[in-house]
């Protein structure tokens, strides 16, 4: 693969999967069954304030990508588009989809939602531009703390649900689902999407930045 065919291949990847997110995100909303974490987060405070969750999830992405200054972490393309591309596309979808009323359409959408968020997961962080603003925060906890990822990222995600919670964010059997299935279809995307190598005359261009870039867990 030719250095402009590869380098073409991983922006489709990072912006395809950018926008499916924000879909799936929209999915799990529209299903009513239990958002993911930040998700709750972002309906809760959606709530409060007014705003569209998209606009809610922009502002919060925005916010967290200020905590890497201290944590000295450095956002990459994705994560940048990260935080705009997925409260986007999440509004964008929630105009398509209308509100669901009757289990027989919930849990589908519920499924679909779920399964559609791993296969993003796996089309842009296979993309290797770059953690998003969220899991970038987590990376620079660990780095900086110690800790375990497993420790900060459940940390992280209690704290968020917490606090979407309290503040009129869905919590259900959608948010376990979620939570136990989503590890398993991130890792079988991850290698269904995985971006072959660049030919020999760009290698070093090709590989210098998953090192920085690529989320590991």
Request: glycine share 12%; proline share 5%.
């Amino acid at each position: 693969m030719s250095a402009r065919s590869h380098l073409v291949r991983r922006l489709i990847q990072l912006y395809a999967g950018l926008a499916l997110y924000g879909a799936s995100a929209a999915l799990l909303l529209r299903a009513g069954l239990g958002m993911e974490p930040w998700g709750v987060l972002h309906q809760g405070l959606a709530e409060l304030t007014g705003l569209t969750i998209g606009v809610v999830s922009i502002i919060v992405g925005a916010a967290v990508l200020l905590l890497w200054i201290p944590l000295r972490q450095r956002p990459g393309l994705g994560t940048v588009s990260n935080v705009f591309v997925v409260g986007l596309a999440m509004d964008g979808t929630l105009a398509l989809v209308p509100d669901a009323h009757s289990l027989a359409v919930r849990v589908p959408l519920l499924l679909a939602g779920i399964v559609l968020n791993g296969v993003a997961t796996g089309l842009y962080i296979s993309a290797r531009f770059g953690p998003g603003p969220r899991d970038g925060l987590m990376t620079g906890l660990h780095r900086r703390s110690g800790r375990s990822i497993r420790l900060i990222r459940t940390g992280i995600e209690v704290a968020v649900v917490v606090t979407g919670f309290l503040l009129g964010g869905t919590i259900g059997v959608g948010t376990v689902l979620y939570a136990v299935s989503i590890g398993p279809l991130a890792q079988l995307f991850l290698r269904v999407f995985a971006v072959p190598a660049a030919s020999s005359r760009s290698t070093v261009v090709a590989e210098a930045t998953p090192e920085r870039a690529i989320l590991r867990s």
